[in-house]
């Protein structure tokens, strides 16, 4: 590919034609893609999903790889050139050329780097070079000045609360641990003059009738200048001659329209999107929009403390589930299979996903999706059951940038609801010997990350609340959400881990159940597909390996027998095993329904599977429905009798 500047209207993609190796084994790498994934494509290792294969490609995410792209340029002319990673999973260094352009640890930051300099006409090679994730953890936690502790019983792969990573590529009680690597968004180059548009955040203010547009234009000036600004929605316009300064800077263009259509959750009104065009000096992005409000109702009561959303004006119980990474490899999680697993969610009558904190942010189609299938989207920080290093400076620095550039991205994006500081972290607090031998430190720790989040959400001043954890029963109060049932969100796994009947639901009465669940194995069809018939036993090594919760597969087989006779030959075990589930989903989702207004949301564990395993999904791996999600479209009916 040859590049001349007069070619380039907007970024130049340079996501095609990679390669990428370890010395020994080179592939063609896409991107997005991972290097598992190029691996198996080329024949080079066996897919592991198929019975026990995951250990045996651990020297994959223990090996160091370097991905490489050639790409032919013309004299560039005046101006700044940037190059642009929407995202590098995870430690890696950056060359142009043979010169280091930086080295990165955050897979949640876009990774902007000015080339100017170190572009040459003709071919130019860039490398990224990817370090062992693994072996920068561990390295990580080594020097750290004391512990750090994490979920043994989740991560099979130690440390990653060090990594600014998928926690869960480490393993989870329902993931496979690969830690894979690769490039997780595009790869871009572009030219600007006198300054580059970084980013865009956009709310929203509802008056009488009418929204105004607050746009902040958020950029990298180069040169004293003035540049122009202009942003189009709905035929109305804003325009702005904006004098900069090099250096970072915000210019505001603001805009109203009249009698808007107003967007809503699925089954209560319509999805109508506006284009919003948005032009800095020559550079220009578009995005979706729809024009709603939400509120986040957390207002003393009788009992304690609502929690309940509000959506133009109207309050709505919130039905749902929690949402974690599509597939455990990477490339697998297309725009395609994404949709089939939303709109699976629609189907069965919900009208909010949580994005969990333990996965990542997904791309922006996700939440294009969302928001046009009328799916509310409360979205975690990336946060989940570890403690976390907020004692070092430079990986809190880290943190802050990635949750200003996250909290922008989405703001324009209708189906957002919430964003919340993590997931079980206050409550990590107390699950580790460290943390409960040195509260005060670990809790002073925990302050510091979790100030820096709300202080991020109140400088940027998004148009949805934020909320501190999750479960929590309000802000700065850092007591047990577990277990109270009065204020707040509540998680209530009482009748999974403890091993409880399924009316043990009824003990409670949450003012929004943010997670519960209880597992199932998935349909023998998927079970055929990583077992050979003498694995077809739930005490065998292979369906062990594919149960990642200590103890699940008795849990589900002695709760079974409760309910029913118990099966003579494993296929019925297993569809017995469904029946169960959606028997302990419909006695807790129907009785905290029959709750409202007092109860006004529940979000059961989980939607979906990363990969083949007996877990708390109603979609198996693949998206075919288990039977709980037959059952969830009538226990999660609009209207429920």
């Known amino acids: ?11 130049l993609d340079l996501s095609q034609d990679w390669s990428v190796t370890n010395g020994t084994h080179a592939v063609s790498l896409a991107v997005p893609g991972d290097v598992h994934s190029a691996l198996l494509d080329a024949g080079l290792i066996a897919d592991p999903y198929w019975r026990d294969t995951e250990v045996t490609l651990d020297w994959i995410h223990e090996s160091e790889w370097t991905a490489t792209q050639r790409f032919d340029f013309s004299a560039a002319g005046d101006g700044v050139w940037t190059l642009s990673f929407d995202g590098i999973d995870c430690v890696a260094e950056i060359r142009l050329n043979g010169h280091l352009l930086g080295r990165v640890d955050n897979r949640f930051l876009r990774q902007d780097f000015e080339v100017g300099e170190t572009l040459v006409s003709g071919e130019n090679r860039l490398e990224v070079r990817f370090l062992s994730n693994s072996a920068e953890a561990a390295a990580r936690a080594a020097a750290s000045d004391f512990p750090v502790p994490y979920t043994k019983d989740n991560n099979r792969i130690p440390h990653y609360n060090f990594l600014r990573k998928t926690h869960c590529d480490a393993g989870w009680d329902w993931n496979i641990a690969l830690s894979p690597l690769g490039l997780s968004g595009p790869v871009t180059l572009r030219r600007s003059e006198t300054a580059r548009l970084d980013d865009v955040m956009v709310r929203q203010v509802h008056r009488e009738g009418r929204v105004m547009l607050e746009i902040d234009l958020h950029y990298t000036a180069f040169a004293a200048g003035e540049v122009e600004a202009h942003a189009v929605c709905d035929g109305q316009a804003a325009r702005a001659t904006v004098q900069v300064w090099p250096g970072e800077g915000t210019a505001r263009l603001s805009l109203t ?35 709603r409000t939400v509120e986040l109702l957390t207002d003393a009561d009788e009992t304690g403390a609502k929690f309940a959303f509000r959506v133009n004006g109207r309050e709505i119980f919130m039905r749902g589930a929690n949402w974690i990474p599509a597939d455990a490899l990477p490339a697998r999680a297309t725009r395609e299979v994404v949709r089939d697993r939303l709109v699976s969610a629609v189907e069965a009558n919900m009208t909010m996903i949580r994005v969990w904190g333990g996965g990542q942010y997904e791309p922006d189609w996700f939440y294009e999706l969302c928001s046009g299938l009328g799916l509310m989207v409360w979205q975690d920080f990336m946060f989940s059951c570890s403690l976390y290093p907020a004692h070092d400076p430079a990986w809190l620095a880290s943190v802050k940038r990635e949750v200003r550039q996250q909290i922008r991205r989405l703001s324009g994006h209708p189906c957002l609801a919430l964003w919340c ?40 001043r998004p148009d949805v609340a934020f909320w501190p954890s999750s479960p929590s029963v309000g802000r700065l109060d850092f007591g047990d959400g577990w277990h109270d049932d009065t204020s ?5 796994w009482d009748v999974w881990h403890s091993s409880k009947d399924f009316e043990h639901y009824r003990s409670v009465r ?3 159940c943010s997670e519960f669940g209880f597992q199932s194995f998935p349909s023998n069809r998927i079970i055929a597909g990583f077992t050979e018939p003498r694995d077809r036993n739930v005490s065998s090594r292979v369906m062990e390996v594919h149960q990642r919760n200590r103890g699940g597969n008795s849990r589900i087989v002695e709760t079974l027998a409760r309910y029913v006779r118990f099966p003579e030959k ?30 006004m949301g529940t979000l059961y564990w989980q939607l979906n599977d990363t990969w083949p395993v007996a877990s708390w999904a109603s979609l198996e791996y693949g998206g075919g429905w288990k039977l709980v999600h037959y059952m969830a479209r009538r226990f999660y009916a609009p209207v429920l009798v």
């Open 1 to 11: 590919m040859t590049v001349q500047p007069d070619m380039i209207a907007g970024p």
């Open 421 to 460: 500081g993590d997931n079980e972290v206050i409550g990590a607090l107390t699950w580790y010997p460290e943390a409960r031998a040195n509260r005060d430190r670990y809790l002073a720790i925990y302050a510091r990350l979790n100030a820096a989040l709300e202080e991020a959400v109140a400088e940027a």
């Open 510 to 512: 949450p003012r929004f």
């Open 570 to 599: 494993f296929e019925d075990m297993t569809w017995l095993s469904q029946v169960s589930q959606g028997l302990a989903m419909k006695t807790a989702i129907e009785f905290w329904r029959s709750c409202k207004p007092r109860c």
């Open 257 to 291: 329209i009249e009698n808007p259509k107003l967007w809503w959750p699925a089954g209560h009104g319509t999805q109508p999107l506006y284009d919003l065009d948005i032009r800095l000096g020559q550079d220009a992005t578009t995005r979706r929009i729809g024009l």
């Open 488 to 492: 707040g969100d509540m998680h209530f």
